[in-house]
């Protein structure tokens, strides 16, 4: 690793993967929106650096940690991080806890943790033995960063930790890129049946959005001239296709993999759905309501307060199929209810959720951090 930049400060960012996602999407969005403030290194611990690889080439300040052993163990972690030089270390979610821990233990430099939610693991309950480890590491950062109201509750209550170590800060969308567009011009693009209502889903194919549940849903709608589109990538892609198979929705249901400019599938949809057993404040959400659609989600963390109300068909329990059948059916047959809340949600989304101005919160925060130094008050 080259010496650090004499004029730019050195972020570090630890995650356990920089993959396609919705905190990773966040990242990337600070690192081009602070252009030339910072340099930073991004350490993927699996060795995923995809969503890395949406920052233009020319910006200049931004180098992977790639080609090294993954550290496995504090003292490890210590030499590692002292050999990227950070003057902040950024670290995200449960994945990256050590690196904070052995940057706190052994006095590195100021840290700043981020906690965006929980995987299926914990999706029904925080692990005692985590919610231990995170009191203790946690406690002695400068500060832990939450995006939702729901996680800030728990920071505070569970993992104990002072007030004044903790900042929330809202997810922002940027709602110029994430707009209403041409509908049947992007379905023709992007090979969709014009006539059809399209609902859709974009992230991780992972289980705790069970997907397997907005399928089944889908299937119980029983609605015609309908279709479902999954934007994304992971581990329960072959189970879902399985499913769809099983259940002859092979031609309804498509398998949209990774996509680099999925704004063009947020306009070809009408509706947007999230079926999770857990979230905190996902950014799909906070796009797809700046692109105008309506959108049905189960009742977990805050996606009940992105959209303003906890209401029957936008709102639905976790866990139920049925109910989530009747929403989609609902607004399936109600072309008019589906403008409405469409333009609803993309007033919420520019008036209460602006990516400037979480660009700025993030930028006021690490400058506070590198300015007090390694422990802050």
């Known amino acids: ?18 993959g396609l996602g919705g905190a990773q999407a966040r990242i990337v969005q600070l690192i081009e929106r602070l252009g030339g403030e910072f340099q930073h290194v991004l350490v993927a611990r699996n060795g995923d650096y995809e969503a890395a690889s949406r920052i233009p080439a020319s910006h200049g300040t931004v180098k992977l940690g ?14 590692y991080l002292a050999s990227l030089k950070p003057d902040l270390l950024l670290t995200y979610n449960w994945g990256a806890i050590d690196a904070a821990a052995a940057a706190r233990l052994h006095r590195l430099c100021p840290v700043i943790h ?45 993992y104990r930790l002072p ?37 859709g889903y974009v992230g991780g194919l992972r289980e705790e959005k069970q997907l397997d549940l907005l399928v089944d849903a889908f299937h119980r709608s029983n609605t015609e001239a309908t279709g479902l589109v999954l934007v994304g990538s992971g581990p329960e892609e072959q ?19 990774p996509q680099e400019r999925v704004e063009r599938w947020y ?8 079926a999770s057993m857990t979230e905190q404040m996902p950014l799909s959400l906070l796009e797809a309501m700046a692109t105008g659609l309506a959108a049905v989600v189960t009742d977990v963390g805050d996606c009940s307060l992105l959209l303003g109300t906890r209401q029957w ?27 409405t809340l469409g333009e609803k949600n993309r007033r ?10 979480m660009v700025q919160t993030y930028r006021e925060l690490y400058s506070e951090a590198l300015r007090v130094g390694r422990f802050g008050p």
Not at 173 to 179: G, L
Not at 239 to 256: I, T, Y
Not at 325 to 334: K, T, Y
Request: proline share 7%.
């Open 163 to 199: 007030a004044h170590r903790v900042a929330w800060i809202p997810n922002g969308v940027d709602s110029e890129r994430f707009c209403p567009g041409p509908r049947q011009q992007a379905r023709e693009h992007l090979g969709l049946r014009k006539d059809w209502v399209w609902f």
């Open 348 to 357: 919420r989304a520019i008036e209460h959720y602006p990516l400037e101005r």
């Open 313 to 339: 068909p936008e709102v639905v329990p976790p866990g139920d199929p049925v109910a989530m059948a009747r929403a989609l059916r609902q607004l399936a047959q109600d072309s008019e209810l589906r403008r």
């Open 1 to 18: 690793m080259e010496p650090k930049s004499k004029t730019l400060p050195r972020l570090v960012h630890v995650a356990y993967s920089f």
């Open 239 to 257: 189970k879902l296709r399985q499913l769809v198979d099983r259940l002859g929705l092979e031609q309804r249901v498509v398998f949209a993999g």
């Open 267 to 274: 306009q070809a949809l009408d509706v947007f759905v999230l």
């Open 114 to 158: 981020t906690e965006d939610g929980f995987g299926a693991e914990e999706a029904k309950r925080i692990k005692r033995r985590r919610v231990w480890f995170r009191r203790l590491v946690l406690s002695g950062i400068y500060k832990t960063v939450v995006p939702s109201r729901t996680l800030l509750k728990i920071v505070l209550e569970q």
């Open 66 to 79: 790639a080609g090294h052993p993954v550290p496995r163990d504090l003292w490890s972690w210590r030499k």
